[in-house]
């Protein structure tokens, strides 16, 4: 069975949307495009390490038409790698539409997003969902994830679609590497999905040596 992996930029107070662009998601957002002034090399560089051994593509329909309107088109520069995968690998949206599939390697899931999916997992071996911020509220409610890569970024928005919002349930994680960060102050936090729900306990508990008096 695959992995799915799901990327992310996000900020402090967890915004997931437009990071990429004014255009990209506007709809009663006025921040789009917050990302680009907190761009570094140190961010790219982990961008780019984050995609090897990606074998599929999994988008919902605004990050697909994005894609589909820009990688084509792409040819050398520091992008070209990146453009090279994405025009390579198959891509899989999750659309209740028509969405335009004449990228090449592109094809529409069912109406069982869920069976899609699992189905997309048995047939690839890694699997990345970038952006997305709808398809990627289902892939939490559903935990069909494994890996969550997240780039935390030092702003507060107060407003804006967030990244846990109305699908997530809770959720077992546990950090695969030290936190990362660079020069502008972006911190790169990569988790993976383990089993079963979080547990709780009690701080005042006499082992932990609190609430008693000194």
Request: charged share 20%; aromatic share 8%; no cysteine.
């Amino acid at each position: 069975m695959g992995l799915i992996h799901i990327e992310m930029f996000a900020t402090l107070d967890l915004v997931g949307q437009a990071p990429g662009g004014p255009d990209e998601d506007p709809d009663g957002f006025p921040f789009g495009g917050w990302q680009a002034p907190l761009l570094d090399e140190v961010a790219g560089a982990q961008v780019g390490a984050a995609y090897e051994g990606t074998d599929a593509l999994l988008l919902g329909r605004r990050t697909y038409d994005i894609f589909a309107g820009f990688w084509p088109h792409q040819k050398g520069g520091e992008d070209s790698g990146i453009a090279t995968l994405f025009n390579s690998v198959p891509k899989y949206v999750a659309s209740r539409g028509r969405p335009d599939l004449s990228w090449a390697g592109s094809s529409q899931l069912g109406p069982d997003l869920a069976a899609a999916v699992r189905e997309i997992r048995d047939r690839h071996e890694r699997i990345k969902v970038v952006g997305s911020l709808d398809l990627v509220q289902t892939l939490l409610r559903e935990q069909l994830f494994d890996r969550l890569d997240l780039w935390i970024h030092p702003i507060v928005l107060g407003v804006g679609k967030k990244v846990f919002d109305q699908g997530a349930v809770p959720t077992n994680l546990t950090l695969l590497e030290p936190p990362a960060s660079g020069p502008k102050g972006v911190v790169y936090l990569r988790y993976g999905r383990t089993d079963g729900t979080p547990a709780t306990g009690d701080m005042s508990a006499p082992d932990r040596g609190l609430g008693r008096d000194a």
